[in-house]
């Protein structure tokens, strides 16, 4: 074990312990333990806290890949680590309050399937919009983000309606390219 100390850089107990030796393609450390990889912050903090308890895993605290300091590695579930990152995009979804055209994702307007949300309100925009709910209350935007103002309706044969700035940007674009 002390080729495993030998590759952790402690300057501070309380600070990371950066990992100075290899590491995978994800940044994390690795060690050979018994002819086997393994992560080396795994491996430290089994010898100083314990194994990692079943349908756990562990949670850099610090954000920082390189660290072994385990007061900075907490037990977690798999959903758990992946809400706390800050790059993840489930995470990054999770910490959304609004949709993309503004309404709120609060109880009464919001659909959900699992994991997935919905906007209500968006959805009526799109039902309204195809034509298949005309008693909905009309929409303010296109799902583009214009306005829905009768200067900017076309009105189809099927009875939906259809924004003429999406429809010029479409034109545009075909004969650009």
Known sequence: ?????????IQNWDECWPWIAGCDDKGYGQFRVEEKIRKAYAVIYELMVGPVPSGLELDHLCRNRLCVNPNHLEAVTHQQNLLRS??????VNARKTHCVRGHAFDEA??????????????????????GASPGRPKCERCNRGHEMADKNLLKRKDGGRE??????????????T
């Open 109 to 130: 307007n919001t659909i959900r399937r699992g994991t997935a949300r919905e906007c209500r309100a968006c959805k009526a925009c799109r039902y309204q919009l195809s």
């Open 1 to 9: 074990m002390n080729s495993l100390w030998s590759r952790v850089d």
């Open 163 to 176: 924004c003429k700035q999406c429809k010029a940007d479409r034109y545009q674009a075909s004969k650009n």
């Open 86 to 91: 800050p790059t993840a995009i489930c995470a």
